[in-house]
């Protein structure tokens, strides 16, 4: 047999090997994502065996009520419930103030599942709709990641976020919040942005807008995306990199997906109207003006294209000046320059703290700590840069969008260590590329440097090679269907002669390969400590999912030399205020726990987290900040009956009412000014010893918080705040403590009634002998 007809026999058998290669890796790697969600979905799950299949936190249990609503009447009562139960006694309207996303998704889920007669509770579906969805997450990280730097680094990626504590903080069975839903619906919508930057598809555009529509439904951050989006699109324009893809990607998004954010009850107008939206606007013009530009150019001479290249960019300077001049104005006319607070408080950190003490007082609004960045994405921190390196070799369209992505999640995350969520996809998706790329470099030098497998590597080499150019032969023939069959022989003589070229080129490859390489010592090395960190990557993991972040904010335990305790004041006290309390009594306490005592007592709430009404918890602040009569008069004006705080000295519970306190006092001041702060403080410190201000001791935070708190050990020793009290014996006068639960965390008090008046007693001031009388008797602190 000839050489060339043994060349030409061993092309099919290249393409069969090859076609089985691809099968057998499709198949491997569809097993290793299955176990990647199992993973995801198994890891979170330690909060319901340590503990109990129970909702955590505080906002979770408002979508858990807001879910149990939805299944229990219909969507039609939902999109019109007024919740008087909550904010009295102005109330709120439920379904044009929440983001419906989480709940119509869980509804969606119970709905199913009791169509298919699996009678699963409300509660149960919403305890592991988050493992579920991170498991999804992890499945869209693969597809991202995917398009960027190819199916290796996307496998890498996917473990990493299956295991990342960052995200397993906001994930974890029982944690029913909207990040839920939301993260795995930002991962997908970004890989649909990239898909199409890469097919120019429109098909995947419009799934890109529904995807974006239900970020939106899902979640306020969805305007991390409509800014990012837009942000990658001009660097792209400016860059030079501007295509009909670009397009396809950017405009229907714009249009198609603002359109869907607008049909949103709680964003409504707000897509169109505020400034957070306007970046996406300004781009879709300028990406217009390009397009129009680059038609031009296609169909005109080069003068007559100067000529029309002056027109174009005059007329569209002139249209984006009208533009901007527009939103000048609409922007001029909001006092916070069409910008929420939030978004504020992310564009300048101090904001929050000067102007909305609100926000501030939020802990997860806080910036994060180094040792938190360790603590969230742990080795990843270190893998990042790496990523980035690997992002620029060679730098795409995809790769530049992973490289904003992180740069810009870094920043938001050193604002808000609540964004570190949002951190979490960009850091995994980075790392996992620079792990992919690491192991490959490592992998390719051993197997280079091993004897026996350099000639095997380099007879795979070639066929690798032929194949791929086989493969775009046949891409060209595709291309250029419409050549006649005169050029054939000619295409076939060519083939032969390319043929004769290749095995030289081959040669000439693996030769740079092998002169790439790097020592065998060196590769195997890099290996071990490769492993070695991912094993202790997956040590932090598991413990973080394991004892950080499983125990529920409601039930909370500590261990001792006696033993593991359990304190279950929270629900204790829900329990006494459902069962000993008239349905229609209104209960004070901090925003903390308005939607707990909702959810689990069914009581109206005076304020609750959603923070809607500044004014409305500044009055509550306010009355927690006065003396006793004055916020007994406050609390019977809003029709209060009972008073719940929160008290950790007993048992050394630092997140308590006294250390939120002055929160309390900044927020009730900067509405009503007599509430000052230098009042609360001796010598710019904070305290509760008998070193405390007379103002300090006097507030009725104070006296309930300290109320009968000598009893316990005879000297009211503060465990959070190490120190005994300063004020340690006073009674009550307007209210009346009815419960305290057995670790003295949760204490209810209720306020009594006003007193009669006295029939016939004139006022002291009438006459002196009166006065006289009158000091005989008890003072009637009404009059």
Same mark, same amino acid.
């Given at each position: 047999?000839?050489?060339?007809?043994?060349?030409?026999?061993?092309?099919?058998?290249?393409?069969?090997?090859?076609?089985?290669?691809?099968?057998?890796?499709?198949?491997?790697?569809?097993?290793?994502?299955?176990?990647?969600?199992?993973?995801?979905?198994?890891?979170?799950?330690?909060?319901?065996?340590?503990?109990?299949?129970?909702?955590?936190?505080?906002?979770?249990?408002?979508?858990?009520?807001?879910?149990?609503?939805?299944?229990?009447?219909?969507?039609?009562?939902?999109?019109?419930?007024?919740?008087?139960?909550?904010?009295?006694?102005?109330?709120?309207?439920?379904?044009?103030?929440?983001?419906?996303?989480?709940?119509?998704?869980?509804?969606?889920?119970?709905?199913?599942?009791?169509?298919?007669?699996?009678?699963?509770?409300?509660?149960?579906?919403?305890?592991?709709?988050?493992?579920?969805?991170?498991?999804?997450?992890?499945?869209?990280?693969?597809?991202?990641?995917?398009?960027?730097?190819?199916?290796?680094?996307?496998?890498?990626?996917?473990?990493?976020?299956?295991?990342?504590?960052?995200?397993?903080?906001?994930?974890?069975?029982?944690?029913?919040?909207?990040?839920?839903?939301?993260?795995?619906?930002?991962?997908?919508?970004?890989?649909?942005?990239?898909?199409?930057?890469?097919?120019?598809?429109?098909?995947?555009?419009?799934?890109?807008?529904?995807?974006?529509?239900?970020?939106?439904?899902?979640?306020?951050?969805?305007?991390?995306?409509?800014?990012?989006?837009?942000?990658?699109?001009?660097?792209?324009? +400016? @860059?030079?990199?501007? *295509?009909?893809? %670009?397009?396809?990607?950017? &405009?229907?998004?714009? $249009? =198609?997906?603002? /359109?869907? !954010?607008?049909?949103?009850?709680?964003?409504?107008?707000?897509?169109?109207?505020?400034?957070?939206?306007?970046?996406?606007?300004?781009?879709?013009?300028?990406?217009?003006?390009?397009?129009?530009?680059?038609?031009?150019?296609?169909?005109?001479?080069?003068?007559?294209?100067?000529?029309? +290249? @002056?027109?174009?960019? *005059?007329?569209? %300077?002139?249209?984006?000046? &009208?533009?901007?001049? $527009? =939103?000048?104005? /609409?922007? !001029?006319?909001?006092?916070?320059?069409?910008?929420?607070?939030?978004?504020?408080?992310?564009?300048?950190?101090?904001?929050?703290?000067?102007?909305?003490?609100?926000?501030?007082?939020?802990?997860?609004?806080?910036?994060?700590?180094?040792?938190?960045?360790?603590?969230?994405?742990?080795?990843?921190?270190?893998?990042?840069?790496?990523?980035?390196?690997?992002?620029?070799?060679?730098?795409?369209?995809?790769?530049?969008?992973?490289?904003?992505?992180?740069?810009?999640?870094?920043?938001?995350?050193?604002?808000?260590?609540?964004?570190?969520?949002?951190?979490?996809?960009?850091?995994?998706?980075?790392?996992?590329?620079?792990?992919?790329?690491?192991?490959?470099?490592?992998?390719?030098?051993?197997?280079?440097?091993?004897?026996?497998?350099?000639?095997?590597?380099?007879?795979?080499?070639?066929?690798?090679?032929?194949?791929?150019?086989?493969?775009?032969?046949?891409?060209?023939?595709?291309?250029?269907?419409?050549?006649?069959?005169?050029?054939?022989?000619?295409?076939?003589?060519?083939?032969?002669?390319?043929?004769?070229?290749?095995?030289?080129?081959?040669?000439?490859?693996?030769?740079?390969?092998?002169?790439?390489?790097?020592?065998?010592?060196?590769?195997?090395?890099?290996?071990?400590?490769?492993?070695?960190?991912?094993?202790?990557?997956?040590?932090?993991?598991?413990?973080?999912?394991?004892?950080?972040?499983?125990?529920?904010?409601?039930?909370?335990?500590?261990?001792?030399?006696?033993?593991?305790?359990?304190?279950?004041?929270?629900?204790?006290?829900?329990?006494?205020?459902?069962?000993?309390?008239?349905?229609?009594?209104?209960?004070?306490?901090?925003?903390?726990?308005?939607?707990?005592?909702?959810?689990?007592?069914?009581?109206?709430?005076?304020?609750?987290?959603?923070?809607?009404?500044?004014?409305?918890?500044?009055?509550?602040?306010?009355?927690?900040?006065?003396?006793?009569?004055?916020?007994?008069?406050?609390?019977?004006?809003?029709?209060?009956?009972?008073?719940?705080?929160?008290?950790?000295?007993?048992?050394?519970?630092?997140?308590?009412?006294?250390?939120?306190?002055?929160?309390?006092?900044?927020?009730?001041?900067?509405?009503?000014?007599?509430?000052?702060?230098?009042?609360?403080?001796?010598?710019?410190?904070?305290?509760?010893?008998?070193?405390?201000?007379?103002?300090?001791?006097?507030?009725?935070?104070?006296?309930?918080?300290?109320?009968?708190?000598?009893?316990?050990?005879?000297?009211?020793?503060?465990?959070?705040?190490?120190?005994?009290?300063?004020?340690?014996?006073?009674?009550?006068?307007?209210?009346?403590?009815?419960?305290?639960?057995?670790?003295?965390?949760?204490?209810?008090?209720?306020?009594?009634?006003?007193?009669?008046?006295?029939?016939?007693?004139?006022?002291?001031?009438?006459?002196?002998?009166?006065?006289?009388?009158?000091?005989?008797?008890?003072?009637?602190?009404?009059?």
């Amino acid at each position: 047999m000839s050489a060339p007809e043994a060349s030409s026999a061993a092309v099919p058998t290249l393409t069969t090997n090859n076609t089985l290669r691809n099968a057998f890796g499709g198949v491997l790697s569809f097993f290793i994502l299955l176990l990647i969600g199992v993973l995801a979905f198994s890891i979170r799950l330690f909060s319901v065996i340590k503990y109990e299949s129970v909702i955590h936190e505080f906002d979770p249990y408002f979508n858990y009520r807001v879910t149990q609503f939805l299944t229990k009447n219909g969507i039609y009562e939902f999109w019109n419930w007024f919740d008087d139960r909550t904010w009295y006694p102005l109330g709120r309207v439920i379904g044009g103030t929440v983001y419906p996303g989480l709940t119509l998704t869980a509804g969606t889920i119970w709905w199913l599942l009791n169509s298919l007669n699996i009678p699963l509770s409300v509660e149960t579906v919403c305890v592991f709709t988050a493992p579920i969805f991170s498991a999804f997450a992890s499945w869209a990280t693969y597809l991202l990641t995917k398009e960027v730097k190819g199916a290796g680094a996307g496998l890498t990626a996917a473990v990493l976020l299956a295991m990342v504590p960052s995200y397993i903080s906001r994930s974890v069975a029982g944690s029913y919040d909207n990040e839920a839903v939301a993260i795995f619906a930002l991962i997908f919508t970004f890989y649909l942005y990239i898909k199409t930057l890469n097919t120019g598809s429109l098909f995947y555009a419009t799934l890109n807008s529904i995807a974006y529509f239900y970020m939106v439904c899902s979640w306020g951050g969805y305007t991390f995306i409509i800014n990012l989006i837009p942000m990658h699109v001009l660097l792209c324009i +400016v @860059t030079g990199r501007y *295509s009909s893809r %670009l397009y396809i990607a950017y &405009a229907p998004l714009v $249009v =198609l997906g603002t /359109l869907l !954010a607008a049909l949103v009850p709680v964003v409504g107008f707000n897509a169109v109207m505020t400034s957070e939206h306007f970046a996406s606007f300004l781009v879709f013009i300028i990406i217009h003006v390009v397009a129009l530009v680059y038609y031009i150019k296609g169909i005109l001479s080069p003068k007559m294209f100067k000529v029309a +290249v @002056t027109l174009v960019v *005059s007329v569209g %300077l002139a249209v984006c000046c &009208a533009v901007i001049a $527009v =939103l000048i104005a /609409l922007v !001029a006319s909001s006092p916070t320059k069409g910008w929420s607070g939030r978004s504020l408080s992310l564009l300048d950190p101090t904001y929050a703290s000067k102007y909305i003490p609100i926000i501030a007082s939020v802990s997860e609004h806080q910036p994060p700590t180094w040792p938190s960045y360790f603590m969230d994405i742990n080795v990843l921190a270190f893998l990042v840069p790496a990523g980035i390196i690997a992002c620029f070799l060679p730098l795409s369209d995809a790769s530049s969008f992973v490289v904003l992505y992180i740069v810009t999640s870094v920043y938001f995350s050193g604002v808000m260590v609540r964004l570190m969520l949002v951190l979490a996809p960009a850091a995994c998706i980075t790392s996992g590329i620079a792990l992919s790329q690491a192991f490959d470099v490592f992998t390719r030098s051993i197997k280079f440097q091993l004897p026996g497998v350099s000639s095997k590597t380099e007879v795979d080499a070639g066929e690798t090679s032929s194949a791929t150019k086989e493969a775009q032969n046949d891409a060209v023939k595709t291309e250029k269907a419409e050549e006649t069959s005169k050029d054939r022989p000619s295409r076939k003589s060519k083939k032969k002669e390319r043929e004769h070229v290749e095995k030289p080129s081959t040669k000439t490859k693996a030769e740079k390969k092998r002169l790439l390489a790097l020592p065998l010592e060196a590769s195997v090395i890099s290996l071990l400590l490769l492993v070695f960190l991912g094993a202790f990557y997956v040590v932090h993991c598991v413990w973080a999912a394991a004892e950080a972040y499983s125990a529920p904010s409601i039930v909370l335990t500590s261990h001792s030399h006696d033993g593991l305790h359990v304190f279950d004041d929270f629900r204790e006290a829900y329990a006494w205020l459902r069962h000993n309390t008239d349905v229609d009594d209104k209960v004070a306490s901090w925003w903390d726990y308005g939607y707990q005592t909702t959810a689990m007592a069914n009581r109206t709430v005076i304020v609750d987290n959603n923070t809607w009404n500044n004014t409305h918890i500044a009055t509550v602040g306010t009355a927690m900040s006065s003396p006793e009569k004055a916020a007994w008069e406050i609390f019977h004006s809003l029709d209060v009956k009972y008073v719940l705080v929160v008290f950790g000295g007993l048992v050394g519970y630092p997140s308590d009412d006294i250390n939120k306190f002055l929160w309390m006092v900044r927020i009730g001041g900067g509405v009503f000014p007599h509430i000052k702060e230098p009042d609360y403080l001796r010598d710019g410190q904070y305290r509760i010893d008998s070193q405390a201000t007379p103002t300090m001791l006097n507030c009725l935070m104070y006296k309930l918080s300290y109320y009968r708190f000598v009893e316990t050990d005879g000297k009211g020793f503060d465990r959070v705040r190490r120190t005994e009290i300063g004020k340690k014996y006073f009674k009550l006068t307007h209210f009346e403590e009815v419960f305290t639960t057995h670790h003295w965390m949760v204490r209810i008090y209720k306020l009594k009634p006003q007193k009669n008046r006295i029939r016939g007693k004139t006022k002291k001031s009438k006459s002196k002998t009166s006065s006289k009388s009158s000091g005989t008797r008890k003072k009637n602190p009404w009059l």
